[in-house]
C-alpha cells in the first residue's frame, strides 16, 4: 500500500506547514530547490498542497503530483501569454466572444472544430473570405490565440507586412533563408489579402510564402475578395490560380456575409435632421 502523508502535530513555519525531527530548516531548502528548479508556482502552492494532503490523506505520489501539475499548468499559461505577445496580434480576440447572433454565416459548429486545432496537427489550412466588418480578422486571431494557449508558435501580419518582410530578406539575398525560418512557426496569420493590389514581384514573393508551406505548416488567410478576384490582387490569373490551388487543397474555406459588424449600431441611413433654429432677425 502506498505510503500516506500523515500529521506530525508541529511545524516549521506557515509556509510548508512540516516538521522535521532533525531540526532542518524545510521551509529554507523548499525555497532554494525551487528556485534552482525555476519553480516559483511550485514554491508558493506547496504549503497549501501540503496542508490538504495531510487533511486528506494524500498518498505521497498523489502530493508529488499535485504539486508537478501546478507547476506545469503556471508553466503553460506563462507560454501561452508569452508566445501570444510574440505572435503580434493587433488586438486580443477570443473565439467564446464572437458574435454569431450577428454572423450568422459562421457556423459555430465549425468554428468549435477549428478551436481544437485539428488543422494545426494535420498542417492544413484555414481560409475567411467576407465584406469588411464581418469577423475575419476576429476569427483568425482567436485561433491564433488558441494555438499559442495550445503551445504553438504563432505569427501575425497582414499581407502586405509579409511581403514587405520577403522583400527585405530578398535585397539582402536571404529569402529562402527567411523561408525556411518562417516554415519552422506552425501558424501564420495573413490578413487582408485583397485589400491592396500586388506587383508582380510582391504577387511572386507572396506565391513563394504560401508554396514554402504547402504541407508543411498551417496558413490562416483573411481576404476581402472571393477566389474569382484573386487574379486582380496579384495581376495575374495563372499565378492566382496556382496560389488558391496550394492553399484550399487541405483547408477550411467559410465564406462570411452580411454587414460590417463594426457599423451594426450606427444609424447611418438616417438623414440628419434640419437645422430648425430662427435667428433674430427672424423673430
Not at 56 to 69: G, I
Not at 200 to 209: D, H, S, T, V, W
Not at 221 to 249: C, Q, Y
Request: charged residues 25%; contains cysteine.
Amino acid at each position: 500500500m502506498a505510503n500516506r502523508v500523515k500529521s506530525t502535530g508541529t511545524t516549521t513555519g506557515t509556509t510548508t506547514g512540516t516538521a522535521s525531527a532533525s531540526g532542518r530548516n524545510v521551509e529554507a531548502e523548499l525555497a532554494y530547490l525551487t528556485r534552482v528548479l525555476k519553480a516559483p508556482s511550485l514554491h508558493a502552492a506547496a504549503g497549501r498542497l501540503a496542508e490538504r494532503a495531510r487533511a486528506e490523506s494524500w498518498t505521497h505520489e498523489e502530493f508529488l503530483a499535485a504539486c508537478l501539475q501546478r507547476e506545469v499548468a503556471a508553466r503553460e499559461a506563462h507560454g501561452g501569454e508569452a508566445r501570444i505577445r510574440t505572435a503580434r496580434f493587433p488586438a486580443r480576440k477570443a473565439l467564446e466572444d464572437f458574435d454569431f447572433d450577428h454572423q450568422r454565416s459562421a457556423k459555430r459548429e465549425v468554428i468549435a472544430h477549428l478551436g481544437t486545432l485539428d488543422f494545426v496537427a494535420g498542417r492544413e489550412n484555414v481560409v475567411f473570405l467576407g465584406p469588411p466588418g464581418t469577423g475575419k480578422t476576429h476569427l483568425s486571431i482567436g485561433l491564433g490565440i488558441r494555438a499559442c494557449q495550445a503551445g504553438h508558435r504563432v505569427a501575425f501580419a497582414t499581407a502586405a507586412q509579409w511581403v514587405a518582410r520577403l522583400a527585405d530578406a530578398h535585397a539582402a539575398g536571404r529569402l529562402q533563408d527567411e523561408l525556411t525560418r518562417l516554415a519552422r512557426i506552425p501558424v501564420l496569420i495573413v490578413d487582408e489579402v485583397g485589400y491592396i493590389p500586388f506587383e508582380a514581384e510582391a504577387a511572386n514573393l507572396f506565391f513563394q510564402l504560401v508554396s514554402s508551406r504547402y504541407e508543411r505548416a498551417s496558413l490562416i488567410v483573411t481576404s476581402n475578395k472571393p477566389f474569382g478576384r484573386w487574379g486582380e490582387v496579384f495581376g495575374d490569373d495563372v499565378v492566382a490560380a496556382a496560389m488558391i490551388d496550394r492553399l484550399v487543397h487541405h483547408a477550411e474555406v467559410i465564406s462570411l456575409k452580411g454587414d460590417s459588424y463594426r457599423l451594426k449600431n450606427r444609424d447611418l441611413g438616417r438623414v440628419p435632421a434640419a437645422n430648425t433654429t430662427t435667428s433674430n432677425d427672424e423673430q
